[in-house]
Nanobody, 122 residues
Framework: QVQLVESGGGLVQAGGSLRLSCAAS????????MGWYRQAPGKQRELVAT???????NYADAVKGRFTISRDSAKNTVYLQMNSLKFEDTAVYYC????????????????WGQGTQVTVSS
């Protein structure tokens, strides 16, 4: 029904930057919220940042001031600009969307991307 496709991960040195993208497609009527989560080896998945209604943002304390989430509503795409990357930012980053479907009534459904690896070398 809805697909989230991430891109932009890779290997970067500490202090460097990367930009992740996540494009949503399918039976989309409205996107209530999109966000990024990450999961490091041996750890639980954690929130990185969310953007609601295209303007209201929320960040984990660990990334405040370094990461910026933004959204292109016309393209149903969310971005995560990651600056001043640290070794501890190494993880698989997952895109998340809370989406209302065309013909799906008032319900909001949650979708996940397949994940993209971000590796920061120290």
């Amino acid at each position: 029904q809805v697909q989230l496709v991430e891109s932009g991960g890779g290997l970067v040195q500490a202090g460097g930057s990367l930009r992740l993208s996540c494009a949503a497609s399918g039976r989309i009527f409205s996107i209530n919220q999109m966000g990024w989560y990450r999961q490091a080896p041996g750890k639980q998945r954690e929130l990185v940042a969310t953007i609601t209604g295209g303007v209201s943002t929320n960040y984990a304390d660990a990334v405040k001031g370094r990461f910026t989430i933004s959204r292109d509503s016309a393209k149903n795409t969310v971005y995560l600009q990651m600056n001043s990357l640290k070794f501890e930012d190494t993880a698989v980053y997952y895109c998340n969307g809370r989406i209302m479907l065309r013909g799906g009534g008032a319900a909001t459904y949650e979708y996940w991307g397949q994940g993209t690896q971000v590796t920061v070398s120290s």
